[in-house]
């Protein structure tokens, strides 16, 4: 739940994380229920990186993404992209779907999962979208999480081998939700309960 610590864009805690817990609406939780069940059969399990998300921390990364100054997270989610863009392109908007309780963020890992190192605040950043970027266990899906890169669109043509196998299995597995284009790893429960709904209660 990478929100809730330092290994995020913002380099720090989001405003609203009090633990690192997923929280979804029942009918997102049990379509989730059901994808993991899919990838298990297929040697997988899905890896979850952030679920519900309450408006003050949406709010806090509009701050951050105002702060111009602030560039610490550069170099490995957003090398490529300038920040002063980053509301222009879409990468941060003033209201989250995440609010709403039934989209989440999640990936792959293969069974059994590898070790996976904590991140160390303050180590060398390495680019999102290289081969060398942060030894997350997850399979390979062409770009690290919350990669903002083109490279990171779920179709985008430039993805090909082993990773946009990847893509698909994980995308044929969430059975009732539909992928956000953009970001590989953005799924929101179709027929949400809540389509109109931005809840701000923290996450503990």
């Known amino acids: 739940m990478r929100y809730a610590g330092q290994h995020n864009f913002v380099g720090r805690r989001v405003d609203g994380y009090l633990r690192p817990t997923c929280i979804l609406t029942?009918?997102?939780?049990?379509?989730?229920?059901?994808?993991?069940?899919r990838v298990l059969r297929q040697g997988y399990s899905l890896k979850v990186y952030d679920c519900y998300r309450p408006q003050r921390a949406v709010d806090h990364f509009v701050r951050?993404?105002?702060?111009?100054?602030?560039?610490?997270?550069?170099?490995e989610f957003y090398p490529r992209v300038e920040k002063s863009r980053l509301f222009e392109d879409g990468y941060i908007a003033e209201k989250s779907g995440h609010s709403r309780g039934s989209t989440l963020d999640l990936t792959l890992v293969k069974l059994p999962p590898r070790w996976q190192r904590p991140y160390i605040p303050g180590e060398?950043?390495?680019?999102c979208f290289t081969e060398s970027r942060f030894p997350d266990n997850m399979v390979d899906m062409g770009t690290g999480f919350d990669c903002f890169d083109t490279l990171a669109h779920t179709d985008d043509p430039r993805i090909t081998g082993q990773a946009r196998i990847n893509r698909d299995i994980l995308r044929d597995a969430?059975?009732?939700?539909?992928?956000?284009?953009?970001?590989?790893?953005?799924?929101?429960?179709?027929?949400e309960p809540y389509p109109a709904t931005f809840f701000d209660f923290p996450v503990k």
């Open 64 to 75: 951050w993404a105002k702060d111009l100054a602030d560039e610490k997270m550069k170099p």
């Open 174 to 191: 969430l059975v009732g939700f539909k992928n956000l284009p953009e970001e590989w790893w953005h799924y929101t429960l179709v027929g």
């Open 124 to 127: 060398p950043l390495r680019s």
């Open 26 to 37: 029942r009918p997102a939780a049990l379509a989730l229920h059901e994808a993991q069940k």
